[in-house]
């Protein structure tokens, strides 16, 4: 199909009138397609059939705890950036029947096993998303050397494993992110097959890995001019100067785990709801509950997986009752968590940057606000020596 | 082997019906259940009735009526489990807002004939009267729940009927919020989830039809209805008062939304 030689890190125009194919491709090789659309007024990340599928012509606005999404006049297919949905949803989905069985004869007989990983090629995904596959990649101890290891999970394996990963670069970053403070975005910089640049009439194609040189090959490409680089290249320091908000790192760890009993702490549980919206929107959540059920019969079982998340009673229920009572307990372990809690877990933070926690939060409780609020009290504390470097 | 199967009774109080209609409802299940209970007592369902005790009673709706005061207690001597199903026998339902009105009233100017009602001046909840084993929330229960506790207690295992917020459940499902993408007043994030999300589906603010959640914030949630959506106190009284208005802490926090309103 291609007059150019495309290889590992080539660049080259893809027309978007031509941008058809390349989801048609993906279809023949037996992919099914999770692309952005449109659910209730919400980018979301589902199954699409075709391009018209996509919120072409779409911008979105977020502020914490707003979400809206207008169709302004151009052509554009990737104005807006992440909605509510996440990729996790298909590497681990939200609730998943694991197996069932039932009792013929004192003999137990399996009716369903473990559920089948499904090939799924993942259109517009964004360079904060990229990251967070990694994050998960090694909280279920995937393709990596984890010590960290705490599940290894098949589904989640052989999904991945299945998948490819084509990635948009962001252009105009929401009002809620603030990739370029955790460092992962808005330009995708790895664990990619492929990544997008849109530009007006087209797209840079960036090649990725060997599975996106070989899609790429397949696509009608063409030479890229200096100036169309230049652009694409010009674009994407625009828009890492144009984060909506912004998180300051450095020390962070040495601030949670000094701040413990801060007051500070009391007021955001005034206004936190314990809703878990902010730990089910998160791309590097991770937490599950498995439950077994019987019928009414007694003798068909099955056992079903479901995303849990730290803002229950049930997540942290002991010996007669939730280990974090309190919704202050609950915040602070969320925000630990993320922050701080992670690096000693994982060996990298559990914030992505995406902002989604920000914009889903119903009453606006904003991650980037409360590290501010605690640093500007706690400046005193962050210049002494006198503090504990890690805790866990 | 009919001796060793469990009784189960199903009981009647102040209501519409509609729980006991979710475990008719169960029309793929309900020949399972039939074989593995004895249905000892439901009016309902069948005109025989077998004496107590029973070994599970489920009882639907509030107490509203002198004579259900007396009855609740016979029910729950003839019962070994004793279950409140639905809204109305969780928190007294939609006819425990007389609790807050004058019922005498009320009584004048409905009914023709107001000297043949014999009423309560409250409606109030099953547990208000006597000790309940378990609460099955909803208006109407949801049949699935139904189905787990009878299964669970059955099996003698834990049942699997959640506390948590619906947003969790909203989220599982992938339904656009409501509350952040339309501005509509949903109270998810402080009602226990159970009907799968049924609202948010359909793109309508949760009303809370199965009562608060493990920990309600409810203040910080009406705070952001009022900043955000102009809720006013008397609408935000009215959204608590509605099918759990009378069950702790909705019940305080609508008396303190009264209270601000007439301020
Ligand atoms: S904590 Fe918030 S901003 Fe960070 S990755 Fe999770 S959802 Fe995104
Ligand atoms: S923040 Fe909570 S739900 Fe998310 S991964 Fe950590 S403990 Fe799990
Ligand atoms: S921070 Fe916001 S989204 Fe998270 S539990 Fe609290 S109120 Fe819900
Ligand atoms: S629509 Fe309502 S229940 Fe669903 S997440 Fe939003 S606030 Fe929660």
């Known amino acids: 199909m291609t007059k150019i030689t495309i290889d590992h890190n ?100 399996i009716d369903q096993g473990p559920p089948q990983a499904p090939k799924l090629a993942f259109l517009g995904l964004r360079a904060c998303d990229l990251a967070s596959i990694q994050i998960q990649d090694r909280v279920v101890g995937y393709g990596v050397e984890s010590t960290f290891r705490c599940e290894s999970d098949t589904y989640y394996g052989e999904t991945r494993r299945q998948s490819i990963l084509i990635a948009v670069n962001c252009t105009r970053p929401g009002n809620t ?154 915040y602070r372990q969320w925000m630990r968590h993320k922050l701080c809690t992670w690096w000693d877990q994982f060996g990298s933070s559990g914030c992505v940057g995406c902002g989604r926690c920000i914009t889903w939060c119903p009453v606006g409780i904003d991650i980037t606000e409360e590290v501010e609020t605690l640093r500007q009290s706690n400046k005193s504390l962050l210049n002494s020596n006198n503090l504990q470097e890690v805790t866990t | 082997m009919a001796e060793d199967k469990i009784k189960l009774a199903v009981y009647k109080f102040s209501s519409c019906d509609g729980c006991q209609l979710s475990l008719l409802n169960l029309e793929d299940e309900l020949l399972d259940l039939v074989g593995a209970v004895e249905i000892a007592y439901f009016l309902e369902a069948r005109r025989q009735v077998l004496d107590p005790p029973y070994d599970v009673g489920l009882v639907e709706g509030s107490v509203s009526t002198p004579e259900e005061a007396e009855r609740i207690i016979q029910v729950r001597k003839d019962c070994k489990t004793l279950i409140s199903i639905g809204a109305c026998a969780t928190s007294g339902g939609i006819q425990a807002l007389r609790n807050w009105a004058d019922a005498e009233l009320y009584k004048q100017t409905v009914y023709a004939h107001p000297e043949y009602i014999d009423s309560l001046d409250t409606a109030t909840p ?33 049942p699997n009927i959640p506390t948590h917020s619906l947003c969790v459940d909203c989220k599982r499902r992938g339904y656009a919020c409501v509350a952040v993408s339309k501005k509509q007043p949903c109270l998810g994030p402080i009602t226990q989830a159970g009907c799968n999300a049924l609202c948010p589906k359909f793109s309508r603010a949760c009303y809370g039809c199965f009562g608060p959640m493990e920990q309600p914030n409810i203040h910080s949630l009406g705070k952001m209805f009022a900043e955000k959506q102009d809720c006013k106190p008397h609408q935000m009284k009215h959204l608590l008062r509605s099918y759990n208005g009378y069950l702790e802490p909705f019940k305080q926090a609508s008396e303190y939304y009264e209270q601000i309103e007439q301020e």
Not at chain 1, 18 to 30: C, H, N, P, T, V
Not at chain 1, 38 to 63: A, F, H, M, N, T
Not at chain 1, 255 to 264: C, G
Request: net charge neutral.
């Open chain 1, 177 to 330: 992110c603030f990739c370029s403070s955790m460092n992962t975005g808005p330009k995708a910089k790895e664990n990619f097959d492929i990544a997008l640049t849109e530009l007006r009439q087209s797209f840079i194609v960036e090649v990725g890995s060997e599975k996106g040189k070989k899609l790429a090959q397949k696509l009608p490409l063409k030479e890229a001019s200096e100036s169309d680089l230049e652009l694409a290249e010009l674009k994407l320091q625009n828009a890492a100067k144009h984060m909506g908000r912004q998180m300051e790192t450095e020390q962070v760890r040495k601030l949670l785990n000094n701040t413990i009993e801060d007051s500070h702490w009391d007021k955001v549980a005034d206004k936190c709801l314990s809703c878990g919206n902010c730990t089910m929107v998160c791309p590097t959540c991770f937490c599950c509950t498995v439950t077994d059920s019987t019928d009414i019969t007694g003798t068909k079982i099955s056992r079903t997986k479901e995303w849990e998340s730290c803002f229950t009673h049930q997540f942290s229920y002991a010996s007669g009752g939730p280990q974090r009572n309190t919704i202050k307990g609950r």
């Open chain 1, 10 to 109: 080539t660049k080259a125009i893809l027309d978007k009138k031509d941008f058809a194919r390349l989801i048609k491709i993906l279809q023949e090789q037996g992919y099914t397609v999770i692309g952005p659309h449109i659910v209730d007024d919400v980018v979301s990340l589902r199954p699409i059939d075709s391009v018209k599928d996509l919120p072409i012509g779409y911008e979105d606005e977020q502020e914490k705890g707003e979400y809206s999404v207008k169709k302004v006049d151009c052509q554009s297919y990737f104005q807006y950036v992440v909605g509510q949905d996440n990729p996790r949803r298909y590497f681990m989905p939200p609730s998943q029947r694991l197996m069932s069985f039932h009792v013929d004869k004192k003999q137990f007989v």
């Open chain 2, 126 to 158: 099953i547990g208000a009267h006597v000790f309940v084993d378990y609460e099955l929330r909803g208006c109407p229960v949801n049949q699935y729940q139904l189905l787990e506790l009878i299964s669970a207690l059955l099996t003698g295992r834990r």
